[in-house]
């Protein structure tokens, strides 16, 4: 089956906005939570001890993706496993908990597209620009808190359905010490129309949240003109394109590249679409009460 989609490029580069996006952690937005729910774990009492723990996969899949990591960076990552683990005993966050594959299946699995979206954009890695990330159905920080630990400039807001999710977020931005971090409760739908997020964001970003044709709508609306929504998707990915290219089209997108791609120490087909926002989202969009899911475009 002819799976490798490689599509045509973008001539010209996307202008990314310089705006100086000064400490927007725990800013005002009124859906933000601002104090985590539970008591924040204490990374040295927990039995996946931190910083300690080494993570061989993770370090050397960065390598091969271009993406070096610091001792300290590598020290976040191991915090945030040990987390994750933890917390994993009361909230059900994630199904993956072994060292090996939350390294691959989780870390490496969300930074396989971040040299994607900078070339997209023409920057170069790392990246130093604060562009302007969105991650929506973020769950448990996948993919959106690995890219902001790999590329610690990004302004990132992570947003979820699910308060319980925002809550164990609260505790890994606090406890890893990530700064420029927004969190935000709400459905995607939703959000896609308030004021304060719609068409904010250089980059929108989402893996294992809906299928394409629903997930267009969901992600378009928060992208700004000229910016990127990034899809990750599994081997149906080009079936999925096709099912959706209505949807993207009248959102104001053009998919620009449905990249397979290989991740580290990952014997698993994966893709990443990068979709640009061509022009606005119609106002109509998203719809409410469900309808982006029960009657995708
Ligand atoms: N992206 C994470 C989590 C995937 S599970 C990962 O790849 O591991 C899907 C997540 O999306 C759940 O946490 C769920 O609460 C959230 N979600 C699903 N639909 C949503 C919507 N319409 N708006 C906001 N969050 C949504």
């Known amino acids: 089956m002819p799976v490798a989609v490689e599509m045509g490029r973008l001539t010209s ?78 909230l059900n966050l994630t199904t993956i908990t072994a060292p090996t594959d939350v390294q691959v299946k989780h870390y490496l699995d969300s930074l396989v597209a971040l040299p994607l979206i900078a070339e997209e954009l023409g920057v170069q890695l790392p990246i130093m620009k604060p562009l302007r990330v969105a991650d929506v159905g973020t769950g448990a920080g996948f993919p959106g808190v690995p890219l902001k630990i790999a590329a610690p400039a990004l302004a990132l807001t992570l947003m979820d359905g699910t308060q319980k999710k925002i809550a164990f977020l609260e505790a890994i931005v606090a406890t890893l010490g990530l700064q420029n971090v927004t969190l935000v409760h709400g459905r995607a739908e939703e959000l896609g129309r308030a004021e304060t997020q719609r068409e904010r964001y250089d980059v929108v970003v989402a893996r294992a949240v809906a299928p394409l044709n629903v997930l267009a709508e969901y992600v378009l609306p928060l992208v700004r003109v000229g910016g990127l929504a990034v899809a990750y998707k599994g081997p149906s990915a080009p079936q999925e394109f096709i099912d959706a290219r209505k949807a993207i089209a009248t959102l104001g997108g053009e998919a620009v590249r449905l990249a397979p791609v290989t991740v580290p120490h990952l014997d698993e087909r994966r893709y990443i679409l990068l979709i640009k926002k061509v022009k606005a989202s119609p106002s109509q969009y998203p719809r409410g009460q469900g309808l982006a899911r029960k009657k995708p475009l």
């Open 13 to 90: 580069p996307i202008v990314v906005e310089r705006g100086s996006i000064v400490n927007r952690v725990r800013d005002t937005m009124p859906t933000m939570t601002t104090g985590a729910q539970e008591p924040q774990a204490d990374p040295s009492q927990s039995p996946a001890s931190a910083a300690a723990l080494p993570m061989p996969l993770l370090a050397d899949g960065c390598r091969q993706l271009g993406l070096a990591l610091t001792p300290a960076q590598e020290a976040q990552f191991a915090r945030y496993y040990a987390l994750l683990v933890e917390w994993n005993e009361r």
